[in-house]
């Protein structure tokens, strides 16, 4: 496994809390018997909460803030690397591009063609 640290996801600050994550941060400093045990019983306790903020509104409430397409790939942009990143706004521009009407497509269109004398 590689020992990159990620960003906590909006629905993992809904299934964790401070102390679980302290818990975490410990264990590979403790008896390898002892850390095996307190790893599955926060990863159980993780899963229980999982469960108990699906049956909750919370994800219906999380969800009601970030409608669309465009909102989900700005809230994924913060968990890829650079490179990814570029990637991903180039997409966006694109997509931004195909939904413009076509008067504005052919307004860009024109631009191009005056930068290059054509």
Known sequence: MENNRFMQTKFDSMVTNQTMQLVKAIIP???????????????????????????????????????????????????????????LETLMTVMEMMNMDDGAKQDILSGYMDMFGM
């Open 29 to 87: 400093y403790i008896d390898n018997n002892l850390a095996t045990v307190l790893g599955v019983y926060i990863k159980f306790i993780e899963l229980e909460n999982t469960f108990r903020v699906n049956q909750n509104v919370s994800i219906a409430a999380m969800n009601a803030n970030h409608k669309g397409l465009e909102s989900m790939l700005e809230d994924i942009k913060e968990f890829l690397n650079d490179g990814d990143k570029e990637t």
